[in-house]
């Protein structure tokens, strides 16, 4: 009986370790958008995206707290908090999906690899399919994931009052930028 | 008044005061509840640091302890507290202004200057 214990915690520990060191995670990472309008260009970066990357399955998160962008100008900080994606009442924009073409990518190999990413971002409390083309970079073991991709505003039922309408694009493009790290517990 | 950047936090009053613990148990604890008393608001927070991170551009983050070894407290530092820092090390006691954007797997912040 001992022996079926030891035997079932041993498989136990190497599943849960051939599991871990599929998933990586960055908690540094950066998103940025810009929207380009005839009267101006308005730019908000924010560099604590938080993501997991699972290289076994192609599973991957994003999580982006809408307070953590930042602006040039105050009043553009205050007008995309308060009157566009309303942060207080939704903080989190997230994402889940998977790269569709997880099995062209070859993980432990240094390379830069094509992929499409499809799944669910959810912004400004509205749920939408989206799908984006991107990058992974594989170099000296490091993943690295780079992705630009444009957002029709009105999608995710945010306003913009026709007074303002000359200032802020109805779509805005975002460029998103990820260093991976292997998951472990440390 | 548009054109006003965006100021640093060094003159600015604390709403809040507590310790990275204390702040991350809330948010780890209510997340609703935290986000409703903290986001948005300029905190002081007392912690441990875990590390220093410097981003791919170059940003500087405090990383304070949190009684959970998996997360942290993550300061986003102001630019112009990249001299600062190097007067604390790994270990160290540091308190930071900074604003609170809430809880992703650390509980962020932003904006962060050192209070001396």
């Known amino acids: 009986m001992k022996k079926l214990i030891y035997l079932c915690a041993v498989i136990l520990f190497v599943t849960s370790v051939a599991q871990a060191q599929t998933q990586y995670y960055t908690k ?3 998103v940025k958008f810009v929207s380009k ?4 260009q308005i730019e908000g970066v924010n560099k604590k995206v938080t993501s997991i990357l699972d290289i076994a399955t192609g599973q991957i998160e994003f999580s982006v707290l809408m307070k953590a962008f930042e602006f040039e100008k105050a009043l553009m900080q205050e007008h ?3 009157n566009y994606v309303e942060s207080d009442k939704f903080p989190k924009a997230t994402f889940k999906g998977s790269i569709q073409n997880n099995s062209d990518v070859k993980w432990t190999v240094d390379g830069t690899y094509p992929v ?7 912004l400004h409390g509205v749920t939408k399919e989206i799908s984006a083309s991107g990058t992974i970079e594989i170099k000296n073991g490091k993943i690295s994931a780079t992705s630009a991709f444009s957002l029709v505003i009105k999608d995710f039922d945010i306003v913009i009052p026709s007074v303002v309408k000359d200032k802020i694009a109805e779509s805005v493009s975002v460029e998103v930028n990820l260093n991976y ?4 517990s440390k | 008044m548009y054109m006003k950047p965006v100021e640093g936090l060094a003159d600015a009053d604390a709403a809040y005061s507590l310790t990275s613990d204390e702040l991350y148990d809330y948010f780890d604890t209510n997340e609703s509840e935290a ?8 905190i002081e927070v007392r912690g441990e640091i875990r590390e220093f991170s410097i981003g791919d551009s170059g940003d500087l983050s405090v990383i304070l302890a949190t009684g959970n070894p998996m997360f942290s407290v993550n300061i986003g530092m102001n630019k112009n507290q990249t001299i600062d820092y190097k007067n604390y090390k790994t270990g160290d006691s540091i308190k930071v202004k900074a604003e609170c954007t809430g809880i992703s797997m650390d509980v962020v912040l932003t904006r962060g200057v050192i209070v001396k």
């Open chain 1, 28 to 30: 540094e990472g950066k």
């Open chain 1, 37 to 40: 309008a005839p009267m101006e």
């Open chain 1, 80 to 82: 995309f908090n308060e």
């Open chain 1, 116 to 122: 499409k990413v499809s799944g669910k971002m959810t």
């Open chain 1, 181 to 184: 790290e292997l998951f472990t």
């Open chain 2, 35 to 42: 986000n409703a008393k903290y986001l948005g608001k300029i």
